[in-house]
DNA sequence: CCGCATTGATACCCCACCGGTATCAGTGCC
DNA sequence: GGCACTGATACCGGTGGGGTATCAATGCGG
């Protein structure tokens, strides 16, 4: 199976419609067509059922939807990292931006002194940093559980904490002095973005990053419930630690197949901070 | 990157040769060296050192064998569980044969019992289970801590068990109650089959599975730390425990990727054993 | 030191296949 | 029943992947 004939099923199985998929891939629709005939006919199986007004993913479409998501992201990211390695010894690592900062900071000194440390590019992301780690334009990532999808990568845990609501000093609830989960229930909580870019339903506001987070809780436009270590000195926010919240563990996490010296000597330098 | 690309990399880079490699895929060495330049073009990056004489990595080749390796896997996967898929409900369960012989008897029956579940197609293989869930000849597998490599999958623990040194009645060591890892340093232990086929050097007998390797036992050619629960009645081994032998842990591992009705059941299933 | 064997690169040719345009055929809807 | 929509089919042209023949560089043996 090549990579191009995976490319036009993925298209056809997201859009579920042949114009507008080939429309994406650039090409006209009769070739897309004839690809994905030519694919059924050689893996042996209808992946799409096709009527005149709907196409849809059978079984077998299904599985190789979720399994040619993965096989091109690996592919893709043998490419990326391929590109970055030929350029240059260093690595790239994604952090939340706004996360761990504190963790980061020191992370990046305690391997900077490493002896044959090589340059880190550090790339903050607004969210969702493993999908920079899956299609290879990161090496390695700051990560946080239960948030982050961790499967199919190696992982060591750094650190752990509870979570506190953060709500604008003289908020009703600022006075509390702890809270429980089964108070949140109806309250208006900031909606992340979705791995696809789009926002689930709900009565709270769409946020896109802590930053922008942080700046609407002090204007009193929404209220959160964030890691205890978000809080940072010179702003208006109040924490109110929710007793039985989950923790969340920030970790550092790579591609398991990544026998980069340098991975591993940072991964080592952050399990013995 | 197509995988074709991706294929003949991987051949030019194990065999460390053009002309083998292109014999290995059926093709004239030519193209394959024209193939390998527009890659290297298209990535911008000289993935060979070669001369007349040797062909060598390049730091950015090491990258691209890497991960083109899980890449070329991930692919390979996808097909086969779609090919599977097609074919009927069913799921592939790999396991080391003459392991786990009781659990896995006591999975299967609970898992039949289970509302909505497929048939379990059980392959019993001789060492490395790993690649064939990597290839996705197996959907869920029966593992091994330390034993197995299991970067890359999600994974269930399901019984720790210490080690013991087999060996026949009447051994020297037979009549020892407990022993240390210091003490077996020097002794002719088997030796397994590397991912590659081949064996390491030593001493000890090549052994091909646990079948084998109990046969040996018992005629006396051959002793090994095995986990506890290989002893099974009937035969004239002899265990003697290793007291600080790592220990051994059983679990169940599948692709990340799966959202698999079956292997979810049964992976629940394994855990309430 | 000079052939000579080895091996990767180049030149050149052919055809398979991918993609394009034009068109057909089935289906739901007004 | 006509019409709009959508996927499949027919046919054509060009790119590029694969083949053979050959060159060029390198290490080795006599």
Redesign the pocket.
Known sequence: M?T?ELR?FVAVAEE?????A?ERL?????????????LERRLGARL?E????E?ALTDAGAVLLAEGRAALDAVLAAEQRTRRAAHGPGIVLVAKAGASAELLAKLLDAYAAEPGAVEVDVQLCAVHQAPWLRSGRADVGLLHRPYDDLSGFDTEDLLSEGQSLFVRRGHPLASRTELRTSELADLPLPRWPRPDGGYPDGPGPEVRDLTQLRQLISLDRAIAVLPDSISQGGDDLVGIPVVDAEPVTTLIAWPPHSRSRAVADLVRCATRL
């Open positions: 090549e191009r036009y579920r419609h042949f114009g507008r080939a650039g090409i006209a629709q009769p070739p897309l067509s004839r690809a994905i005939a030519a799409f096709r009527t005149t007004r196409v």
